[in-house]
């Protein structure tokens, strides 16, 4: 019935890619992978029959929600905020309108817009007549417009209804440009007829096959001593009486509308005052009798204040009984200015007429942030007397809260209990609040895992705790559009790629991120080996500070605020060991059997980084207190811990290590303590955030220079990167590099092994230094660039292996890819065009690439990927997953 399919890209270079410094013409940017709602979502909109979920939001984009984690991102030309979203139900289209009044027909299967008209006027009325392709469009003259939408093409009608034509036809006044505020298709009526409700309370039912106004109700006319009100008040279940007043009504400005019957016989209204009205639209229309008044309709308040809240929505679900009296209005607004924030349930029943009208409970739901959105479900498997819908309630920022009816009627028996307890949060893929992520890396896989084993299978083996399987809320959540849950097995059905997150309280979660839709691997809880002798129990749960992943060992190791490191053994083995470092002055170390890996208390400061080297055997760990330590996997002990701390104290902020090569060995080093010792053949480049840079020997752990390498000015320190065989362009560089060619001194032969260069990134600059010159002592850079904004965070970018360049990101949101020659840049593009996120965007530690052209990162409730080169996508040549709604019902 559905199919699910793939934007195919080309996953190879085109004939010009860039090569060197070559300007990048096609740096398009794109979204590849996104979860979670947007912060600024705000209008919700449902396909009940495809069970799907379109969230609009105030910049222009577009969230339409499955199943089995199917997500997909449409983003409108223009970021404008929408204001009328509906399915066109069951024919795989969206129709947006947004705040500049353009009308865009979505086509979800090719996940673009198929057609759009620019309105004239401001619109300020929608609707969709259930089951087909028409629309009804009203505006601020009151000019009531049909529009019809097929085979692509979106075509105006020359069917409109003018106001005047209106006011002849049911013999009222209707002012000039009196805006229609309200258009519902009157249910049964094959859209015949439709209900326009006006700004100023008139509210006409147009037939528009006969051209006539079947029925009219104008609350100004109606002055009735004996009004029927009642109160749904927070303090009693009911309050009814008839109100003797000689008070005279004016008119009474509309906010929001909805039908309170399958027939379209009863009709809710919502007023700027507060109160809300249902109309009974089956008493035969006369012109305004007073007899009448008092049965046509009865005043619902929630407050008897004179001072409320507008009505703002009105949302209804109606019970599964045959007289259809009765079900839960959903109310948002009506209440006592200055009262809690919240979406009132009313229970109401009108089974002895709707002069007999009964409100038999209220509760009134908390909200987690400000206040967007409802929208009522249909479950077309639900049975019985009670209510057949669900509640999904969106809220800011990027909050989206589901109630079914077992969890509304808890509310009703339990009112004094938190409102959350009884709802589901929409089950976001990957957590980015709830709980509050703290790093986040994309690795690559080198090595697969073993394809004829799941990832369940890897993950038990590992005696990781699994996934946690799906609540019964959650199976019960209608978002399913019939999409498989696993995706179809491949050739070489392997994991390739794996998300990595920490998360605030001590969480780590592991994702399968081969494809676009991600599969949960496990989530690893907090937990200390508190049972087993030697180990002390550490205290509360501790944030994630670090990570690091080795895709050769299938190694991951965990660094937490409390200064712990943990490591886990992803292969299965079921043998390994849990260390434990005593800091004193002999350094005891102390074994105890462990089953899932090993454990280093190291040192009581935060651990700022993590880096496995020498193919996952050994782990460095660079810590808040300037401290780096070298751990060795194999053995499950701590080969040294430097204090790098020169002339301020100064948290770790990256590291790197590179292999000097094939050198003499009897070539002899000058070290700091002023012996000599075995020529150096591995070095490690240790960056502070005050950007100073200590090499240190990777074996020994002493330092190599005598001199800590800093740039002149005083500057914030991003991160450091080793450049392999990148000569540069610079006339200083040039007269250095001739100046090493020309060495000739025993302690000058490693120059010539080696040809790499320090990339230093802070937030003013980029500064480019030689490594063999910095190991002779010259701390001078070669090479400088003045960044003319501040930078958030940088990445080198590989392309089958190769160095290809160096991304940067900066506050503001824009994204650079600089030639690693010459550091000039060869494109750019910006977050803002590309997610529409805010400026202010806190990446420091929830950024990551997988080296092949694509960034993850996070901003409040979102998660993205974004691809910065076509031929470097590496999500199996695709970009955003979306569904195919090509279901036939008439198949």
């Not at 979800?108 to 619109?123: A, D, K």
């Not at 305004?288 to 204040?305: C, H």
């Not at 937990?527 to 080795?550: C, E, H, M, N, W």
Request: glycine share 6%; net charge negative; charged share 20%.
């Amino acid at each position: 019935m559905f199919a699910k399919f793939f934007e195919k890209l080309n996953p190879t270079p085109p004939n010009n890619a860039p090569e060197g410094s070559e300007k990048l013409t096609d740096l398009e940017a794109t979204v590849s992978v996104h979860y979670g709602i947007p912060c600024t979502a705000s209008i919700l909109a449902f396909d009940p029959i495809q069970q799907l979920l379109a969230i609009g939001t105030l910049d222009g984009r577009i969230k339409v929600i499955g199943g089995s984690n199917v997500e997909g991102l449409f983003f409108s030309p223009k970021p404008l905020p929408f204001k009328n979203l509906e399915f066109l139900q069951n024919q795989g289209f969206l129709v947006g309108i947004s705040n500049g009044n353009d009308i865009q027909v979505w086509d979800l299967e090719n996940r673009r817009i198929s057609s759009s008209l620019q309105w004239e006027s401001n619109i300020t009325a929608f609707s969709v007549i259930y089951d087909t392709h028409y629309m009804f469009v009203g505006d601020e003259y009151g000019y009531l417009s049909v529009l019809k939408y097929e085979e692509g093409i979106m075509e105006l009608l020359p069917y409109h209804i003018p106001p005047n034509l209106i006011s002849e036809a049911a013999e009222i006044s209707i002012p000039d440009q009196l805006a229609i505020v309200g258009l519902l298709p009157q249910p049964s009526s094959n859209g015949n007829r439709v209900l326009i409700a006006y700004e100023n309370g008139l509210i006409v039912l147009w037939d528009i096959t006969e051209d006539r106004a079947a029925l009219v109700r104008e609350f100004k006319q109606l002055q009735s001593k004996d009004e029927i009100v009642v109160y749904a008040s927070k303090n009693a279940s009911e309050e009814k009486f008839r109100a003797s007043s000689d008070k005279q009504e004016g008119e009474k400005e509309i906010r929001s509308l909805c039908w309170l019957s399958s027939d379209g016989s009863i009709l809710a209204v919502g007023y700027v005052d507060g109160d809300i009205l249902l109309w009974n639209l089956s008493v035969p229309g006369k012109r305004s009798p007073e007899a009448e008044a008092s049965s046509s309709y009865v005043k619902l308040q929630l407050s008897a204040g004179d001072k409320r809240l507008p009505v703002i929505i009105l949302r209804w679900s109606a019970k599964n009984t045959q007289n259809d009296c009765g079900g839960k209005l959903f109310v948002y607004g009506g209440d006592s200015i200055g009262s809690d924030e919240a979406l009132t349930v009313l229970n109401l029943d009108w089974s002895s007429g709707i002069k007999a009208l009964k409100c038999v409970g209220r509760v009134d739901l908390g909200l987690d942030g400000s206040f967007a959105d409802a929208i009522v479900v249909s479950n077309a498997n639900e049975t019985g007397i009670d209510d057949a819908s669900s509640l999904f309630v969106l809220s800011n920022p990027g909050k989206l809260q589901f109630y079914n009816k077992a969890s509304l009627s808890a509310l009703k028996s339990n009112p004094e209990k938190k409102h959350a307890a009884f709802a589901v949060e929409y089950p976001t893929v990957v957590p980015t609040l709830e709980p509050r992520i703290t790093v986040a890396y994309l690795y690559s896989v080198d090595g697969k895992w073993n394809s004829s084993r799941t990832p369940s299978e890897e993950v038990v083996d590992a005696q990781l705790r699994p996934a946690h399987g799906v609540t019964k809320l959650e199976i019960e959540m209608p978002l399913t559009s019939s999409i498989p849950r696993q995706l179809p097995p491949t050739k070489d059905d392997g994991i390739e790629r794996v998300l990595v997150a920490g998360y605030l309280d001590g969480s780590v979660r592991l994702w399968n991120a081969t494809f676009p839709v991600f599969t949960l691997l496990a989530v690893l809880e907090s937990q200390y080996d508190v049972g087993l002798k030697g180990i002390q129990d550490t205290g509360p749960r501790t944030a994630i500070s670090a990570l690091d992943f080795s895709s050769t060992a299938l190694t991951l190791a965990i660094g937490h605020q409390c200064g712990q490191v943990h490591l886990y053994n992803l292969k299965g083995q079921s043998k390994t060991t849990s260390s434990n470092l005593t800091m004193d002055a002999e350094q005891d170390v102390q074994f105890c059997p462990g089953d899932t890996g090993f454990q280093f208390s190291l040192i009581k400061s935060p651990v700022c980084i993590l880096k496995f080297v020498a193919v996952g055997a050994r782990l460095i760990a660079g810590f808040e207190s300037s401290q780096v330590a070298m751990l060795d996997v194999s053995s499950s002990s701590v080969l040294f811990i430097t204090d790098c701390l020169s002339s301020s104290s100064s948290g770790i902020t990256s590291v790197a290590v590179k292999t000097l090569g094939n050198v003499v060995e009897d070539t002899v080093e000058p070290c700091e303590d002023g012996t000599t010792n075995a020529y150096v053949k591995e070095v490690i480049s240790v960056l502070t955030r005050d950007a100073e840079v200590v090499l240190l020997d990777s074996s020994t752990g002493k330092k190599i220079s005598s001199q800590a390498l800093h740039p002149k000015k005083m500057s914030t320190a991003i991160s450091l990167h080793i450049l392999d065989s990148i000569t540069s362009v610079s006339e200083e560089s040039q007269k250095h590099s001739s100046m090493l060619d020309n060495a000739v001194q025993p302690e000058d032969l490693m120059q010539k092994y080696i040809d790499s260069q320090i990339l230093l990134c802070c937030q003013e600059g980029l500064h480019l230094f030689s490594l063999s010159s910095i190991i002779q002592g010259d701390i001078n850079p070669v090479h400088e660039v003045k960044l003319a904004k501040p930078c958030s965070w940088t990445s080198i970018l590989k392309n089958d292996a190769e160095n290809f360049g160096l991304v940067l990101v900066y506050q503001n949101g824009t994204v650079e890819i600089r030639s690693l020659l010459d550091l000039d840049v060869l494109g750019e593009s910006s977050l803002m065009s590309i997610l529409r996120w805010n400026s202010k965007i806190n990446m420091d530690k929830t950024i990551s690439s997988p080296d092949k052209a694509m960034i993850s990162l996070v901003n409040g409730s979102e998660f993205a990927v974004i691809s910065l080169l076509a031929f470097g996508n590496d999500f199996r040549s695709v970009t955003l997953i979306i569904f195919c709604l090509a279901y036939n019902p008439h198949s």
